[in-house]
């Protein structure tokens, strides 16, 4: 059986740590950060992990 194709969105977006976690970047920092408070971008600046239970079907997709 031929090897899967990973699939390009995800690897795009996501990226796996060396301890196998799934880091992805935080939603609302597209525009109007004007309206945002600094306490809320600067917590935005920072990746956050994903949950357990999508994380599996990400590292599927991924195709490592």
């Given at each position: 059986?031929p090897?899967?194709?990973?699939h390009?969105?995800?690897?795009?977006?996501?990226?796996?740590?060396?301890?196998?976690?799934?880091?992805?970047?935080?939603?609302?920092?597209?525009?109007?950060?004007?309206?945002?408070?600094?306490?809320?971008?600067?917590?935005?600046?920072?990746?956050?992990?994903?949950?357990?239970?999508?994380?599996?079907?990400?590292?599927?997709?991924?195709?490592?």
């Amino acid at each position: 059986m031929p090897k899967a194709k990973s699939h390009k969105g995800i690897l795009k977006r996501m990226r796996l740590t060396r301890r196998g976690k799934v880091m992805r970047k935080r939603a609302n920092r597209g525009h109007l950060m004007s309206t945002k408070s600094g306490n809320r971008r600067r917590r935005l600046h920072s990746k956050t992990t994903v949950k357990t239970a999508t994380a599996a079907t990400y590292v599927r997709l991924m195709d490592v």
